[in-house]
Nanobody, 126 residues
Framework: VQLQASGGGLVQAGGSLRLSCAAS????????MGWFRQAPGKEREFVAVISWRESNTYYTESVKGRFKISRDAAKNTVYLQMNSLNPEDTAVYYC????????????????????WGRGTQVTVSS
């Protein structure tokens, strides 16, 4: 499977963006789809993840209440709606898929994800 992220851009603080990540193949029911980000000079960090079957979600603390991850099974696409953006959200955002055979708890560990898409730049100006 290949992942294509899009939707990044330049936005003012307080604004919103919606990122999309389209998969080239069907996403199977036990898979997890996640979003990560990497700011300049910083390590990659987990943002959010969704389970494909139940749409269970898990967020890093700093984005709770501001970001929402969702998916469209018919389009094999996962979204990240980002509201109330602030300059600390500036980063390259990556989507990733964890290809699982069995139902598994959600994880924030990027090392457990199998396929990564190319990032999309999000820049929030103050």
């Amino acid at each position: 499977v290949q992942l294509q992220a899009s939707g990044g851009g330049l936005v003012q603080a307080g604004g919103s963006l919606r990122l999309s990540c389209a998969a080239s193949e069907d996403i199977y029911s036990n898979y997890h789809m996640g979003w990560f980000r990497q700011a300049p000079g910083k390590e990659r960090e987990f943002v959010a993840v969704i389970s494909w079957r139940e749409s269970n979600t898990y967020y890093t603390e700093s984005v709770k209440g501001r970001f929402k991850i969702s998916r469209d099974a018919a389009k094999n696409t996962v979204y990240l709606q980002m509201n109330s953006l602030n300059p600390e959200d500036t980063a390259v955002y990556y989507c990733a898929v964890r290809q699982l055979r069995y139902r598994t708890p959600l994880t924030a560990s990027g090392a457990l994800y199998d396929v990564w898409g190319r990032g999309t730049q999000v820049t929030v100006s103050s």
